[in-house]
């Protein structure tokens, strides 16, 4: 392995370096090709003396031992600026954190089934206001809570079907468990969901749950993505991975996110970590049992890589093309990243500011903003910390994976952000 610093260094420097990237306090990169063109961070309007602020803050949060480990990415107009890796992939065995490691990327699997989605409906086999149950029979017939118990809940028919455009925008009703409330959580805790061993079988538990509320009343993030999977079963007869290696994997080269990681994608597979009291980091056992459900979960089931997923995000960025391939309509990518739910009531804590389909997207009014940026910009996140994020007014897009537990301790995903965007010139 390579530090991203030059090697003309006298030899006593060159050993103290090797021994600080052995030990994760320099950024490593691996020589394997980044899959995007890297470019002068002045060629592309960024100051490169400020743009050193992304690894230095990456580097100063694992060196303190907030974080085990990171990877990031920052690239303008197809061009990679900024890209390395900092700390360890395991901290156990201190195994240094590279590029080519592979993630749990949890909820960002969501805007890859997205769109795969997206090229079903770009074909007419499905069409936004479908009802779901026309190819998931299982869930005609909905019911929503309207008071009790979990024990004796009191329930009310649905006023309508639940469509495509439901689970696409998350306001199905249909919830995770963590984020209901209630006799509700209680109710659909105890359908024990992720331990379904066929996806067949994960829709057949969803069919006995009642809904959080009316279908498209309100934002509630839950299993719709894991449901649009199985549409996408449904609909093309192929398992949820052959549809997304055919229509988007396999035409964007990207060899490393499955479902199901061979032997040698297992062996790079960071660790997911979280703090102990005593502030030292130690596997998070419960996050790592999710990461590997026996059916595929559309909602978060995906192993990726840094420079995989930079693919997939650039494509989306630049209207649904890349490197002469097409996979989205232009106009698909603008309906996709456009908000689809502010007409709708103010919904709870974890409600973003905008949101499309299956990725936030940011309002132009500023007071929602949380970090630098532009209005429009638009991604999401996963579960044990990764996080993109598409700009097309300055053309940026960000990525930073850790493996860390609880999402976004301390805002990294926010100091990143600010750390990247500051160094923005021209």
């Not at 990237?21 to 003396?49: I, Y």
Request: proline share 7%.
């Amino acid at each position: 392995m390579k530090s991203s610093f030059r090697w003309f260094a006298p030899a006593p420097w060159r050993a103290a370096a090797v021994f600080l990237c052995v030990t994760g306090l320099l950024p490593v990169r691996m020589p394997a090709d980044v899959g995007l063109p890297e470019k002068a961070p002045a060629a592309l309007g960024f100051s490169a003396a400020r743009l050193e602020r992304v690894p230095a803050l990456l580097r100063r949060e694992t060196g303190a031992g907030r974080y085990a480990g990171a990877v990031w990415f920052v690239a303008r107009d197809g061009g990679v600026v900024s890209h390395g890796a900092v700390g360890f992939r395991d901290v156990a065995t201190r195994t240094a954190m590279t590029e080519d490691t592979a993630f749990h990327i949890f909820s960002m699997t969501k805007l890859i089934t997205t769109v795969t989605a997206l090229t079903l409906i770009e074909e007419g086999r499905i069409a936004l206001d479908d009802p779901v149950e026309r190819f998931l029979p299982a869930l005609a017939k909905r019911q929503v809570l309207a008071g009790g118990t979990a024990d004796a809940p009191v329930l009310e028919p649905a006023a309508g079907p639940i469509t495509i455009r439901h689970l696409l925008t998350q306001t199905s009703g249909l919830p995770y468990d963590i984020f209901a409330d209630g006799p509700l959580r209680t109710i659909w805790q105890r359908a024990d969901l992720w331990r379904s061993p066929t996806l067949g079988d994960f829709v057949a538990r969803v069919a006995t749950l009642p809904l959080a509320h009316q279908p498209g009343a309100r934002w509630t993030y839950g299993v719709n993505t894991d449901l649009l999977g199985a549409v996408i079963e449904a609909v093309t007869g192929q398992d949820l991975e052959t549809a997304m290696r055919e229509r988007v994997l396999g035409p964007l080269g990207m060899t490393h996110t499955t479902f199901r990681p061979d032997a040698g994608l297992r062996s790079r597979l960071a660790t997911i970590h979280h703090r102990t009291p005593a502030g030292t980091l130690e596997p998070d056992v419960a996050w790592t049992q999710l990461g590997s459900t026996a059916f595929p979960s559309g909602g978060g089931g995906l192993v990726s890589t840094l420079h995989d997923y930079a693919r997939f995000a650039q494509m989306l960025l630049d209207g649904g093309e890349l490197d002469g391939v097409r996979i989205l309509g232009r106009k698909t990518v603008e309906l996709m990243t456009s908000n689809q739910i502010a007409h709708l009531p103010p919904g709870g804590p974890w409600t973003p500011p905008g949101f499309g389909f299956g990725v936030r997207v940011q309002p132009s009014d500023a007071h929602t903003a949380k970090a630098l940026g532009s209005p429009g910009a638009f991604g999401w996140d996963g579960a044990v910390s990764t996080y993109v994020s598409m700009d097309p007014k300055e053309r940026v897009l960000l990525i930073v994976l850790l493996q860390h537990a609880p999402y976004n301790e301390d805002g990294i995903f926010e100091k990143f952000t600010d750390t990247a965007y500051q160094a923005l010139e021209k």
